[in-house]
């Protein structure tokens, strides 16, 4: 289990705890009847694919094994009401199985990939077995690839419903906004769908600028 935090790299606040790993009621079924409206609480899976190249697992295997971060960043950007789990795939004997059980299991409202540009086709192929389970699910992908080469997503990514560039965190929490809301989940020039018009356009553009931690407001509970 992992502490949830709110904030900018200098000042984190606690907030709710999210579970990692065997967390899920066994024999739990999705609920087919899903529906996002105003107010309800929305099931989040927040997915960091397994390492692909060779000194990658390596690395990891022998005693490097990093806590996903940046998920944990993303994490903090979702509203409070809302059920969030990050599954690190690198954990999992077989990432493909695992993933599908959790997914099964969960039955997650929004799903989200973060990756590498050596992860792109994993996050591809975990995005449409997402849908071919539960075809209603939203499929999110961040991270360094989305950032850089977003088109690439659009490329054989037929399960990806919509590519971040850049900064997550914030804009992750205006997705499941307007997810709630029943607004379009895309927005701006780095909140993309591939089926928008201007999509190729957008994603040829450069990458959005991070913003610094001075730019970004962070409030206590008791300040809210």
């Not at 971060?69 to 009401?81: I, K, N, R, T, Y």
């Not at 990050?86 to 929004?110: A, H, M, N, T």
Request: hydrophobic residues 40%; neutral net charge.
């Amino acid at each position: 289990m992992v502490s949830r935090s709110r904030g900018s790299w200098g000042k984190l606040i606690p907030l709710k705890v999210i579970e990692i790993r065997d967390c899920l009621t066994p024999g739990a079924k999705i609920d087919k009847n899903i529906h996002p409206l105003k107010g309800m609480s929305v099931r989040i899976l927040l997915v960091k694919p397994s390492p692909q190249l060779l000194v990658a697992r390596r690395l990891q295997e022998g005693f490097l094994h990093l806590e996903p971060l940046e998920l944990e960043m993303v994490a903090a950007g979702v509203p409070p009401e809302d059920e969030v789990v990050i599954q690190d795939l690198s954990f999992e004997k077989d990432p493909v199985l695992g993933f599908e059980k959790r997914v099964r299991q969960f039955g997650p409202q929004i799903v989200g990939f973060t990756g590498y540009s050596s992860q792109s086709g994993l996050v591809k192929g975990l995005a449409s077995r997402a849908k071919k389970i539960n075809r209603e699910i939203v499929t999110v992908v961040g991270g360094t690839h989305a950032t850089i080469i977003p088109a690439d997503y659009a490329v054989n990514g037929e399960g990806i419903d919509i590519i971040v560039r850049g900064e997550g965190g914030t804009a992750f929490g205006e997705i499941v906004r307007r997810y709630k809301n029943k607004e379009p989940l895309h927005f701006g020039d780095a909140v993309l769908s591939s089926r928008q018009a201007d999509f190729a356009e957008k994603a040829a553009g450069p990458p959005p600028e991070f913003p610094s931690g001075v730019e970004v407001e962070v409030r206590s509970p008791a300040e809210s």
